[in-house]
């Protein structure tokens, strides 16, 4: 599988960006994804993710009800809609794919970048006051 991230940019803070990861490869609609953030001089941390069906979605505290993971199978394409942007937000976005994760792998599973297998090569998102 290779995946492509796209749709970072500068935004202010309050505002919105929309992410798109597009996937090659044949397993897409059968892998767990998820997009995990990179801010300068931290480590890699989990953002949200997504089970094949799109039907159970996870995100970490500090974007639940502010970030949305979907899924479009039929296009390979992987989405995440950013709303309520905020300084600490600012970060190089990666998506990444696990062809391994059972339907019901759970938050902890999901959450751990160990577990995914593909990387996206990242989308800078810089939001501003």
């Known amino acids: 599988v290779q995946l492509q991230a796209s749709g970072g940019g500068l935004v202010q803070v309050g505002g919105s960006l929309r992410l798109s990861c597009a996937a090659s490869?044949?397993?897409?609609?059968?892998?767990?994804m998820g997009w995990f953030r990179q801010a300068p001089g931290k480590e890699r941390e989990f953002v949200a993710a997504v089970t094949r069906t799109g039907g159970t979605t996870y995100y970490s505290d500090s974007v639940k009800g502010r970030f949305t993971i979907s899924r479009d199978n039929a296009k390979k394409t992987l989405y995440l809609q950013m709303n309520s942007l905020k300084l600490e937000d600012t970060a190089v976005y990666y998506c990444a794919s696990d062809p391994n994760a059972i339907l019901t792998a759970g938050l902890t599973y999901s959450s751990k970048e160990e577990n995914y297998d593909y990387w996206g090569q990242g989308t800078q998102v810089t939001v501003s006051s």
């Open positions: 490869g044949r397993t897409f609609s059968r892998d767990l």
